[in-house]
Structures are given as C-alpha cells and as structure tokens.
C-alpha cells in the first residue's frame, strides 16, 4: 500500500539555525498538509496546500515557517530560524481530495521528531 | 472544554474485551474522522462518519456519531494485543482544506 515518507526521522539542531523537513506524499494525491504534536500535546494543523500554494495556515504558522513543493514528488517544511518551542513531532499528510465536503482521509507519514537545542 | 475532548484518557482491558472510547465537540462538523497512533509513530486512518450518518461499521470496529450531542464513540470489539495504542478523533470542521481538529486521545492498552 502506498505511503507518505518523511525524513529524516530524527533532527536535532541549534536554536537559531534553519531546518527542512522533508516528505513525499503518495503519489497520486493532490493536497498536503503539515501538522505537528508536541510532546504529551494534542496533534495540531499548520498548514494545508494544493495547485502549488498554501491553501490554509493556522496561527502557529507564521512567517518563520514556509512550505514548497519543489518538484513533482517532494513537499518539504522550512523553519527559519528554530525556537525551543518549535521542539516537537512533524507530520506530513497527503488525501486524495481535499475540498470540504469530499470526506478524504488524510494519510500521514511517520514523522520527524525535532529537537532544538 | 475543548473541540475534541475524550474520554477516557486510557483505558486498560483484556484481549477479547470491548473498548469503548467518546469524543465531543463543540462545533458544527463536516465529518468526524478517527486516527489509531501506535508509539512513536504516525497517525493512521481508521473510519470516516459523515455529518448526515449516524453509525458506520469497519471490521472490528463500529462508529456511532450524535450530532444532537456533538459527540461520536468508537467501539472496538474482540481487542487484540496489537489494538494497543493512541486513538484519536478529528473532526473537519469545514473551514477549509481538511483542516483537522484533533482531540486529546485515549490510551488503549489491551493485556493478552
């Protein structure tokens, strides 16, 4: 069965300093999605995109974060300049259909668990 | 409380046995969505209720949504070892792009 895959797994990095998440969503599917769950929290929405733009952000996701789809198969996440809080598991997700009310499940990646120093 | 609160945070029970988790919510939904979360992994996808429906089965599991109450339970049945694990419910709150709201989880431990 095919399946979203992040990696890497685990990145450990310095406050201050920019990371790249990176994903590749399953294949025929047209809408990605970041979501994060910090340790013994609640899984979060950051952002969803399609037809190469963000469609919807929340709060969270402000101007130091960033998302592109640099190729036909790669959908990756940038943090700028890392805080402490952004400490947390990041989830790649990817549905077939997206658009309210076509009820498509999300698939998700198995994470990246980021740790900033 | 929150969108998507559950209860109860965990839940410990024998193979063989029934589990039963709850999620409420406040707002109106688009659909209710529920994720299984083994440790240290990702989120899988278990069942999908629309809004209009009221109960939804797949396999072992059994899905009941009241949206008089704004609540949804996930049955179950004949746990297993391998049912050990986080589940979650998410509900669309149709904002947007599959924007999920997730709730806090359950805790699902089943001892052989």
């Known amino acids: 069965e095919p399946e979203v895959t992040q990696t890497p797994s685990h990145q450990v990095t310095q406050m201050g300093q920019e990371v790249i998440l990176r994903c590749v969503p399953i294949?025929?599917?047209?809408?990605f999605y970041w979501y994060r769950q910090i340790l013994g929290q609640k899984v979060e929405f950051l952002v969803s995109?399609?037809?190469?733009?963000?469609?919807?952000k929340s709060e969270i996701f402000d101007d130091q974060f960033s998302v592109e789809r640099p190729d036909g198969s790669n959908f990756t996440l940038k943090i700028r300049s890392t805080k402490l809080e952004d400490s947390a598991m990041y989830f790649c997700a990817s549905s077939e259909r997206g658009a309210v009310g076509h009820n498509s499940p999300l698939h998700f990646g198995n994470g990246t668990r980021l740790t900033v120093t | 409380s929150q969108q998507g609160e559950e209860d109860p945070q965990a839940l410990s029970i024998q193979e063989g046995e029934n589990a039963t988790m709850n999620c409420s919510y406040k707002t109106s939904i688009n659909n209710l969505q529920w994720y299984r979360q083994n440790s240290g992994r990702g989120l899988v996808h278990l069942i999908l209720?629309?809004?209009?429906?009221r109960e939804k089965h797949s396999g072992r599991l059994r899905v009941t949504l009241d949206t008089s109450k704004k609540s949804s339970s996930l049955l179950i049945t004949a746990s297993r070892a391998a049912d050990t694990a986080s589940y979650f419910c998410a509900t669309d709150v149709g904002t947007g792009f599959q924007k999920l709201v997730f709730g806090t989880g359950t805790r699902l431990l089943v001892s052989p």
């Open positions: 209720i629309r809004s209009n429906e």
């Open positions: 995109f399609y037809n190469n733009e963000i469609s919807e």
């Open positions: 294949s025929n599917h047209l809408y």
